[in-house]
T-cell receptor
Framework: DAMVIQNPRYQVTQFGKPVTLSCSQTLNHNVMYWYQQKSSQAPKLLFH???????NEADTPDNFQSRRPNTSFCFLDIRSPGLGDAAMYLC??????????????FGPGTRLTVL | KNEVEQSPQNLTAQEGEFITINCSYSVGISALHWLQQHPGGGIVSLFMLSSGKKKHGRLIATINIQEKHSSLHITASHPRDSAVYICAVGYNNNDMRFGAGTRLTVKP
């Protein structure tokens, strides 16, 4: 089945130790999104890739970076995780077509714990 | 003020009860989503609506575009329905805005 896959599902890191979260998709969608969702809050968009074009949200900290080496994969790098970065990180994809709305498909998320 | 307002914030029901969760939004949208998130879990899309009504099993979603309002109904609720239900609206540029969610607990 076509899907959005996130690895790992649970990640524990230490304060200040870089961590990378992975997202892959078999939907062949051209847009990939990363969201941060803290406990009891709505998901917050960090950035998205439209094909190879990176689009950063204005309030996304510099500590968060992303890479998209090909259509199928997208990575979220947290360079120096702080305690406040503990959250669920959600990856989503969509197929962007001109003039129509396109549903986002979500992965299962990676829950990040920072010790 | 959040662009997407959900009510109630928390809801506790007895098994078998009919449940309604409401969502209001402030500007015109391309589509509205109802999403489900179990504790510690990822997001599952239940419905995407741009008009009218959709039904899937015990779940029904309705939307009134003129009133900028949508409802999610669960008939014959069950403890496995316990989750956070999130209303999200989408715009033409594929931007999505999320409500804060409604935490539903269904007791046996």
């Amino acid at each position: 089945d076509a899907m959005v896959i996130q690895n790992p599902r649970y990640q524990v890191t230490q304060f200040g130790k870089p961590v990378t979260l992975s997202c892959s998709q078999t939907l062949n969608h051209n847009v990939m999104y990363w969201y941060q969702q803290k406990s009891s809050q709505a998901p917050k968009l960090l950035f998205h890739y439209y094909d190879k074009d990176f689009n950063n949200e204005a309030d996304t900290p510099d500590n968060f970076q992303s890479r998209r080496p090909n259509t199928s994969f997208c990575f979220l790098d947290i360079r120096s995780p702080g305690l406040g970065d503990a959250a669920m990180y959600l990856c989503a994809t969509s197929r962007e077509t001109q003039g129509s709305y396109n549903e986002q498909f979500f992965g299962p998320g990676t829950r990040l714990t920072v010790l | 003020k959040n662009e997407v307002e959900q009510s109630p914030q928390n809801l506790t029901a007895q098994e078998g009860e009919f449940i309604t969760i409401n969502c209001s939004y402030s500007v015109g949208i391309s589509a509205l989503h109802w999403l489900q998130q179990h504790p510690g879990g990822g997001i599952v899309s239940l419905f995407m609506l741009s008009s009218g009504k959709k039904k899937h099993g015990r779940l029904i979603a309705t939307i009134n575009i003129q009133e900028k309002h949508s409802s999610l109904h669960i008939t014959a609720s069950h403890p496995r329905d316990s989750a956070v239900y999130i209303c999200a609206v989408g715009y033409n540029n594929n931007d999505m805005r999320f409500g804060a969610g409604t935490r539903l607990t269904v007791k046996p």
